[in-house]
């Protein structure tokens, strides 16, 4: 399925929900690309999930942040990858490091930089504990298995209509 068509597809998705995340956060191993930065060198082509790109378009054109929280130990090498596939621009915020902790720290600093609040984002990782510990911040975070796709995309979405619906019924109930 080409960018244009899996674009089309994800608008279709987009369409069905009445509550939309203000910002995406996407990891970036194994999660829009199928490889460890670490293991590859900044001299080859890159190469996203089928999915990854037109589901990034179909966010972009309904005004959808975008956003950045990887773990590397080899961030040159993930900019340098984002530059050769033409998607640096599309992110308002790229925090991209190593750290110790779970993926915490780079919503902290995607929270200070956007002021979004973490109940307005939704995040796609490969990882149980990323997935764990940033869904206690307030985010919607969603498991992908063999990258983002589709159906990861309105499973996302089904859980942050669900979610920030009812957070809204609690704010109702005060």
């Not at 199928?34 to 089928?50: A, T």
């Not at 975008?66 to 340098?80: M, N, Q």
């Not at 911040?137 to 920030?164: C, K």
Request: aromatic fraction near 10%; charge should be positive; include cysteine.
């Amino acid at each position: 399925m080409g960018d244009e068509k899996v674009k089309e597809e994800a608008l279709q998705i987009l369409g069905l929900f009445q509550a939309l995340p203000r910002l995406v956060v996407f990891d970036l191993d194994y999660t829009l690309w199928p490889f460890y930065c670490e293991c590859r060198s900044k001299r080859e082509m890159p190469s996203l999930y089928p999915h990854a790109r037109g589901i990034l378009y179909a966010l972009k054109e309904k005004n959808i942040d975008l956003a950045i929280a990887s773990r590397s130990p080899a961030p040159d090498i993930a900019k340098t990858f984002l530059d050769k596939l033409e998607l640096k621009s599309m992110f308002v915020a790229q925090e991209i490091f190593s750290s110790w902790t779970h993926k915490t720290e780079h919503f902290q600093r995607i929270h200070r930089r956007t002021g979004l609040p973490y109940e307005s984002m939704l995040f796609f990782d490969d990882e149980d504990r990323n997935i764990e510990a940033v869904s206690k911040m307030g985010v919607t975070s969603i498991l992908v298995g063999d990258g983002v796709t589709l159906g990861a995309l309105r499973q996302g979405l089904t859980n942050f209509t669900g979610s920030s619906s009812s957070s809204s019924e609690k704010r109702k109930r005060k």
